[in-house]
């Protein structure tokens, strides 16, 4: 059991990120922390994909010229669409905060229960 | 020598990912969160994936951490009263039970790095690997895939960038423009 898992560790830390994110997109009272929460998620998912590209003893997807038949690389396909992810989530993240500064800006706080309280007074 | 590397990446992901749950103070949390991005970037790059690293280096490292520092400066930093985050029971017994699932998954998943399984498929990668220089002429088969075989997907990508750059204006048109 041990082995089968030492023998999948990025799997295994791929499942951490995604709990660790999550838990704190649940349990964090901050805003910004959510959002840092969301990036772990993604990040772990990152891992995931490039995880399923790589090939033990192989090189990376830059193939030279006259390359050798047999030779074996990484696959550049997930390597992609990890590529395209991480430049759409950074973009979802500065939207997330753009919302947050004007959160703050018309309320004056950026903790979740406060917030909750401001709301059902008014 | 690589386990032992592989081994130091796993645990300081792991340690700074539980320090950004842990920590109470956000600046405290984006400076280790920075730390992350970077333990990411190197695990990427251990993992063949070297244009994947310097995305990550640049992109979560880089212009993630400079966006929640200037968020943290517009807004507000609050005090903590106290070092560490309370740990909330209930969210904490729903994740660990979503741990176990995870992991019962992953256990019937081939083992990291074992040559043609997951992604043997001929159709593709092997296609690629193949005739990226002959089509396109770039050896990097990644930047072949990304502006050459998927160009539209990649135009697709800069229109959402774009989009959410509108849509931060339009969101902070007030904060930023009527107080000046």
């Known amino acids: 059991m041990l082995e089968t898992l030492a023998n999948r560790y990025t799997y295994v830390l791929f499942a951490l990120l995604l709990v660790v994110g999550l838990y704190m997109v649940v349990a964090s009272s901050n805003l910004v922390k959510k959002i840092i929460g969301l990036n772990i998620f993604q990040t772990g998912l990152f891992l995931f994909f490039v995880t399923t590209a790589f090939v033990d003893g192989g090189s990376s997807p830059v193939i030279p010229k006259e390359a050798d038949a047999g030779a074996a690389f990484a696959s550049p396909l997930p390597q992609v669409l990890v590529l395209t992810a991480i430049v759409v989530g950074v973009a979802l993240t500065a939207v997330a905060l753009a919302l947050v500064i004007r959160i703050y800006d018309a309320y004056g706080t950026l903790d979740e229960k406060t917030l909750r309280e401001v709301r059902t007074d008014e | ?180």
Request: hydrophobic share 60%; charged share 15%; glycine share 8%.
């Open chain 2, 1 to 180: 020598m690589t386990e032992l590397f592989a081994a130091a990446l796993f645990v300081f992901v792991l340690v700074t990912a539980l320090a950004t749950a842990a920590l109470r103070d956000v600046l405290g949390v984006v400076v280790v969160f920075a730390a992350y991005s970077l333990g990411t970037a190197l695990f990427y790059a251990f993992l063949l994936a070297p244009d994947v690293a310097m995305t990550e280096a640049a992109i979560g490292a880089g212009v993630t951490t400079l966006l929640l520092l200037l968020t943290l400066a517009k807004t507000v930093r609050p005090t903590p009263d106290q070092w560490l985050e309370r740990p909330n029971l209930p969210a904490l017994a729903v994740f660990g039970a979503l741990f176990v699932v995870l992991v019962a998954t992953v256990v019937e998943f081939p083992a990291v790095g074992e040559p043609g399984v997951m992604w043997d498929n001929p159709g593709v990668t092997q296609y690629y690997i193949e005739n990226a220089y002959e089509d396109t002429g770039v050896e990097n088969a990644v930047t072949a895939v990304l502006a050459g075989y998927r160009g539209f997907d990649t135009f697709g990508e800069a229109v959402v960038v774009f989009s959410a750059g509108i849509a931060s204006l339009i969101v902070l048109r007030q904060v930023v423009f009527t107080r000046e």
